[in-house]
């Protein structure tokens, strides 16, 4: 399936990079095998534990974006979610991967979950692309040409809040899991005081709505989130004039460091000085409690 990107769908008064249309393409295949197993019968197998859900689609998708990838840009590296091949280095450019993003939201027959393509450049973020087929909603941005949704059929730029404090932030988090999946951080997430909350399934998506300006914050509860949930997201966030990501101490995510996971939990802000309040307090109630 071939698209053609409509004048509602290009940025506006900017180019879009070949990568950039390339990768979009790719995304859209990949989202027309989310599409046809979607609410279908279907086998789940699980990674880590029974929260840890992995199937057909995301294998299919895995092995689509990874050759389209790959016959594009053969000079490239990547890194997937669904292979265990890492990058034999970050000097040069290399694709982060996500080919079903959500896929506990996918299995209960949600329309939430996304396709997540980042592009690293020589350590630098530099593309984000995220893909909701059920939903036909973008998010993407490139360094330096700003971030954009297309919702609808249309396209907007995307700018965050201005928001600058926790108690008028709007707080996006998960949808309803299933009974056992306790997370020690959101007790301490939920102590912060935060105006309000709404809920989304994939992590582009939670990130896409601070960009858009419909959420201040996002912290991330699940420790079993790697490059590949972040890189693309990261880059739409930072195009739409928020700060780059950073872990639940205030550290920025080193894409380069030689492990794919994160290994402590992550969070987004649209403000700077939101995001320090939020490890500073954080901080203050891990002092206490050592629980995450």
Known sequence: ?????????????????????????????????????HSTAFDVDYKRDEFDPVTVADRESDELLRAGITEAFPDDEILSEENPLLPSSYE????????????????????????????LDKGRPTLGVVYMPMRDEWYYGEAGKGSYRVKDGKTTRLQVPATTTIANAVLVGRNPSAAGDVRPIEDAVAQLGFKSTVAEGSVGAKIGLIAAGEADAHVHTNLKAGKWDTLAADVILREAGGPPLCDVDGK?????????????????????????????????????????
């Open 1 to 37: 399936m071939t698209i053609e990107f409509s004048e509602q769908q290009r940025s506006p008064g900017v180019e879009m990079s070949p990568e950039l249309k390339a990768v979009m393409q790719l995304a859209v295949e990949a989202g027309e095998v989310l599409k046809k197993y």
């Open 92 to 119: 040069r450019r290399v694709w982060m991967v996500d080919p079903l993003d959500d896929t506990k939201g996918y299995v209960s027959g949600r329309h939430t979950s996304s396709v997540m393509i980042g592009l």
């Open 252 to 292: 920025l995510l080193d894409y380069t460091k030689p492990e794919s996971g994160w290994d402590r939990y992550f969070m987004a802000a649209c403000t700077p000085e939101l995001l320090h309040e939020m490890a500073v307090k954080l901080g203050e109630i891990n002092e206490q409690t050592h629980s995450f």
